[in-house]
Nanobody, 124 residues
Framework: QVQLVESGGGLVQAGGSLRLSCAAS????????MGWFRQAPGKEREFVAA????????YYADPVKGRFTISRDNAKNTVYLQMNSLKPEDTAVYYC?????????????????WGQGTQVTVSS
């Protein structure tokens, strides 16, 4: 089972930037598509971004397109999320996980195991 540890969250003003990291151990990281999700208070967890196992293709939820960039370093078993132009509505706990693409083209988590997440708070 892949163990996931997210880091890099914090408190930032609107318009600022953060870079999240997710370190994976166990499993074969370089064969997994990986993604980021987030969960705001009182809301369900939602998909944010995905990157294919090779890192050559990326996908984003509409609210973050043009502001967030997902990437990975298979040599370090790590996936990143660069977040720019942050908005208060980006405030949430951010999680990484293995992902899979559904028949309808949407992305979903491919594992029921979640790390502890990292809190991102954007002040207005």
């Amino acid at each position: 089972q892949v163990q996931l540890v997210e880091s890099g969250g914090g408190l930032v003003q609107a318009g600022g930037s953060l870079r999240l990291s997710c370190a994976a151990s166990g499993g074969t990281f370089n064969t997994y598509h990986m993604g980021w999700f987030r969960q705001a208070p009182g809301k369900e967890r939602e998909f944010v971004a995905a990157v294919t196992w090779s890192g050559t293709r990326t996908y984003y939820a509409d609210p973050v397109k043009g502001r967030f960039t997902i990437s990975r370093d298979n040599a370090k078993n790590t996936v990143y999320l660069q977040m720019n132009s942050l908005k208060p509505e980006d405030t949430a706990v951010y999680y990484c996980n293995r992902v899979k693409v559904l028949k309808n083209g949407n992305w979903s988590s491919a594992s029921d195991y979640w790390g502890q997440g990292t809190q991102v708070t954007v002040s207005s």
